[in-house]
Nanobody
């Protein structure tokens, strides 16, 4: 059974730089691509970043140049380094797995497994 478990969220001051982690088990980690999404209260779940098996990445415009997605195949873990946080980054952040490891994916329907999410709250 595939499991994705996010961690690293919490209350952060504006301008802070926390790192989220997503530990993956029950699947061939190296063959999959992974994405980070976020959902603010009352809003839809939005794409944040995607990383392929080649480690190529794509970012939403709202986080480009501030967030960095990475993966460690030896640890079966995906990371999201968040820098220069703003109050509007407040959301529940979700990690997701995509069976297609080679194509950039930004739609939630591209992903077949999701974590439970981790709350990030940015105070001004």
């Amino acid at each position: 059974q595939v499991h994705l478990v996010e961690s690293g969220g919490g209350l952060v001051q504006a301008g802070g730089s926390p790192r989220l982690s997503c530990e993956v088990s029950g699947t061939d980690f190296s063959a999959k691509s992974f994405g980070w999404y976020r959902q603010a209260p009352g809003k839809e779940r939005d794409f944040v970043a995607n990383i392929l098996t080649t480690k190529s990445a794509m970012y939403a415009e709202s986080v480009k140049d501030r967030f960095i997605i990475s993966r460690d195949n030896a640890k079966n873990t995906v990371y999201l380094q968040m820098n220069s946080l703003k109050p509007e980054d407040t959301a529940v952040y979700y990690c997701a797995a995509n069976p297609d490891g080679f194509t950039i994916a930004t739609m939630t329907s591209d992903y077949d497994y999701w974590g439970q999410g981790t709350q990030v709250t940015v105070s001004s």
